[in-house]
């Protein structure tokens, strides 16, 4: 800013050596080539960015936003005024959020550095998305949210129902007021369908050897017409396709043709699932074959950032519903979750991503050997889940039920974080919702057991030291049952 233009360049040149400022000038140029490179071609850079030089083009944007004019005088409501330097140095000076009353995507005109962020932020969200195998979409499609994955689910359900009401003006009794879920046992999913106003049907998995996978003829009952008629009226199905194991990723090619063929809309919870190239195979296979009206997924879980943030996409030219949400969204967004994913894909650069996917699919591996090769000596086994490419289960047989959650505590005292254990037959009521086997997804799985996830950033020391727990875990567990 200051050294980069030639007058000022020529003034410096006064004070020290030509040669010298001119080599400089070289240097800062090709931080400068970096930034016109991002800007023209719109993808992850391929090797990532350093520290510094990630710091220094973000002090810089944030020098674009009013609030760091130097001569600005501010007479609004609003102003970006911050009393703490420490919270200002955290947000490098950006306190103007991002969008404007009328669309959380908008331009801020009072914050233009912050703007340029949100919009490059969404463009390297998007491609990242594709690099995991999600080409359909692109960033025009996507939307970067401010709340997380079960809040958005709930913004995107309430833009379906104004779509819904604009497109049909219908009467009150002939509304939809109904969301058909197949069931997944993780209490945000329910929560974000009872949050949002709607009604749930549940369609739970069918058993199929260890795995639970959809059960599309229950499915396909609840969407044909004659079943419909005069009881409930379907505003979309949800789907999923990260899961706890034994549910598999529903099949949501099939579900995409059934919600096509019965012209219902179709939301996928894809929460973690953006790390998995398999789970993205399978939406890309359902947004070209079928019917997908939106996808939602975590921002934390996915980009290794701090939990608030969520992405809603959807195919390129299929973005009806994204955009409801981005105009329907009241206020403007924080800019947090948007900063800390810009800096990380960033640092990151495509070679960093690509790494840290390949990474977790041998960590998958190699976790399902440890828990092999520890269940095996307890009489126990891993349970056979091969469409799910994250979670692993083992089986806790040789337990007393009333144990089982003993397990994941003695787990946690041995500084294991993550495990989860569910023993059978346990009921939980979610608003009016009773899901009789809660944890399984399932009313009558036929084991207790215990998941393990080998998710992006894992480091092959952690399950070295799972594994080693676990088996210290066993031999004490043994002793109680
Ligand atoms: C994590 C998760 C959620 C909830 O995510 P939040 O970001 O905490 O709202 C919802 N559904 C599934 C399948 C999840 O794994």
Redesign the pocket.
């Known amino acids: 800013m200051f050294v980069n233009n030639d007058a000022n360049q020529r003034l410096c040149e006064s004070l020290v050596s030509t040669s010298y400022v001119r080599q400089a000038d070289e240097a800062s140029k090709r931080q400068t080539k970096l930034f016109s490179q991002l800007v023209s071609n719109r993808k992850l850079p391929t090797d990532g960015w350093n520290e510094q030089v990630i710091e220094s083009f973000l002090l810089e944007l944030s020098q674009l936003d009013s609030n760091n004019f130097l001569d600005n005088c501010g007479v609004g409501e609003r102003e970006g005024r911050v009393y703490s330097k420490l919270v200002q140095r955290r947000n490098f000076g950006l306190h103007h959020g991002i969008g404007r009353s009328g669309d959380v995507s908008a331009d801020q005109p009072k914050a233009i550095g912050s703007s340029i962020i949100a919009k490059l932020a969404n463009i390297l969200v998007a491609d990242a998305m594709k690099i995991s195998g999600l080409q359909s979409i692109d960033s025009t499609t996507t939307l970067l949210l401010p709340l ?4 958005s689910l709930c913004s995107v359900f309430n833009a379906l129902r104004a779509h819904q009401r604009e497109e049909q003006n219908a009467k009150e009794d002939e509304r939809q007021n109904t969301i058909v879920w197949t069931r ?1 046992d ?1 209490k ?2 329910i929560k974000s369908i009872l949050a949002s106003g709607y009604d749930v049907c549940v369609v739970d998995p069918i058993l199929e050897k260890d795995e639970l996978v959809t059960n599309l003829q229950a499915l396909e009952k609840e969407l044909s017409a004659e079943e419909n008629e005069n009881t409930k009226k379907i505003a979309c199905v949800v789907s ?1 396709t ?2 706890f194991a034994p549910r598999a990723s529903d099949d949501v090619e099939a579900i995409a043709k059934l919600c096509q063929k019965y012209n219902v809309a179709h939301v996928i ?1 894809n ?2 699932g953006v790390q998995s190239r398999k789970l993205c195979v399978k939406i890309e296979a359902a947004m070209r074959k079928g019917r997908v009206d939106c996808v939602v997924q ?1 921002l ?2 996915n980009f290794l950032v701090p ?1 608030g943030g ?1 992405i809603v996409c959807a195919s390129k030219g299929n973005g009806y519903l994204v955009d409801k949400v981005r105009k329907l969204y009241p206020g403007r967004a924080s800019i947090s979750s948007t900063l800390d994913v810009l800096i990380t894909l960033l640092e990151m650069g495509k070679t960093g991503y690509e790494r840290l996917l390949d990474e977790r699919e041998t960590n998958y591996e190699k976790l399902k050997m440890a828990l092999e090769r520890t269940a095996s000596k307890y009489g126990e086994r891993v349970l056979e889940t091969p469409n799910n490419p994250i979670s692993l289960g083992v089986t806790l047989t040789s337990s007393r039920n009333d144990l089982v959650t003993k397990f994941g505590s003695m787990l946690f005292t041995r500084r294991v974080s993550g495990a989860r254990t569910v023993p059978m037959q346990e009921t939980k009521k979610i608003g009016d919702v009773e899901l009789r086997g809660f944890g399984a997804s399932f009313s009558t799985y036929p084991t207790a057991y215990f998941t393990a996830a080998a998710a992006i950033g894992m480091r092959e020391k952690e399950i070295e030291s799972f594994e080693l727990q676990l088996e210290k875990t066993f031999k004490d567990f043994v002793k109680l049952t």
């Not at 997380?148 to 809040?151: K, L």
């Open positions: 997380c994955t079960g809040m997944l993780q945000t999913c999923s990260s899961c919870n929460a973690y975590s934390d879980k939990v969520a």
